[in-house]
């Protein structure tokens, strides 16, 4: 009995440091140098490492942690619009698209039932620890591991990603009603024109009739 407690103890101790010793936030060193290389681009080269030819990217993450997050904000932009900029995205031209739609100039009742919310999903309430720094002074910070920062801004751009091809669609659907609408609209125009100058030229003969009769009968 002790001697499988003891072969559980050691096989829960064994994987605890397993797990222990495997941290991907902390930082390890890598060998990124090359027999023979040459520049491919400003990041990339190619060249032989342990006898093996490879290309080899390498960027500093700041740029590339900076690159990222400017991609999302322009792409959740581009979706929703931004509001200090006077740009309305994907959205709001598509909201501006059904009010049009359904208004009474098009034959609605002009009233839009509009259920797409609009959720700017970078926005993230920071949380800060205040307190003071290393030279006394009162500041909050807040703190992410680089890993967990660039996975989070991944899933952003797929999801964004994926809605800009929604409203996309959605949009193009809209705008082939909204020419289709006004097409139908223009054609009752004209018929109601039309009718109205059939109408009008039918009255003219009769007026000069109804003057001819009356000239008769005063040279009576």
């Not at 259920?115 to 009162?138: A, S, V, W």
């Amino acid at each position: 009995m002790n001697r499988f407690k003891s072969l559980a103890l050691a096989s829960l101790l064994l994987a605890f440091g397993a797990g222990c010793s495997h941290n991907p936030n902390k930082a390890s060193k890598i060998e990124t140098k090359m027999e023979r290389s040459e520049d491919i681009s400003r990041d990339e080269k190619v060249g032989i490492k342990d006898g093996n030819m490879i290309v080899q990217k390498k960027v500093e993450m700041n740029e590339e942690l900076r690159k990222m997050q400017n991609d999302v904000y322009s792409l959740e932009d581009r979706v929703y619009g931004n509001r200090k900029y006077g740009s309305q995205g994907l959205y709001g031209t598509l909201k501006a698209c059904r009010g049009k739609l359904v208004s009474k100039e098009m034959g609605g009742d002009g009233k839009l039932m509009w259920t797409e919310p609009l959720e700017r999903i970078t926005d993230k309430e920071e949380e800060f620890n205040i307190g003071l720094d290393e030279h006394d002074k009162i500041v909050g910070v807040s703190e992410e591991f680089l890993k967990d920062r660039i996975t989070r801004f991944k899933n952003y751009k797929s999801v964004l990603q994926k809605r800009e091809d929604e409203y996309q669609e959605k949009l193009e659907i809209c705008d082939t009603d909204l020419a289709s609408r006004e097409h139908e609209m223009k054609k009752k125009s004209a018929h109601a024109g039309g009718k109205g100058a059939t109408a009008k030229t039918t009255a003219e003969p009769a007026s000069a009739e109804s003057g001819t009769g009356a000239a008769e009968s005063a040279d009576e």
